[in-house]
């Protein structure tokens, strides 16, 4: 049975930083391409970050490079999002996904690529 648990959330104040941690078990992790998404009040979930099983290419998008940091540690199952400068706009509930499709790379992969889901854990940043 695949689980993914998310961790490290919680209340910041803008320019502050955090890092959020999941891990997963049940698979092996070092061989599937990983990401954080993120939904916000209203909004629809978004990818921000994606990194290969290797971890050798990533991915950010816009909203979040420069400032977002992801990374993995394949030894302990664990993938890393370390946020940096954070705005009160990343308020949202952050989630881990494991790209099941076995793609190699983060580029072009699609909501449909990721079949295993954590719960989520939530990030507020106040002003």
């Known amino acids: 049975q695949v689980q993914v648990v998310e961790s490290g959330g919680t209340l910041v104040q803008a320019g502050g930083s955090l890092r959020l941690s999941c891990i997963v078990s049940g698979l092996t992790f070092d061989s599937y391409t990983m990401a954080w998404f993120r939904q916000a009040p209203g909004k629809q979930r978004a990818g921000i970050s994606c990194?290969?099983?290797?971890?050798?290419?990533?991915f950010y998008h816009d909203d979040v490079r420069g400032r977002f940091t992801i990374s993995r540690d394949n030894a302990k199952n664990t993938l890393y999002l370390e946020m940096n400068h954070l705005k009160p706009e990343d308020t949202a509930m952050y989630y881990c996904?494991?790209?099941?499709?076995?793609?190699?790379?983060?580029?072009?992969?699609?909501?449909?690529?990721?079949?295993?889901w954590g719960q989520g854990t939530q990030v507020t940043v106040s002003s």
């Open positions: 990194i290969t099983w290797r971890g050798d290419s990533t």
């Open positions: 996904a494991v790209e099941t499709n076995r793609k190699d790379y983060c580029a072009g992969l699609s909501f449909a690529d990721f079949g295993y």
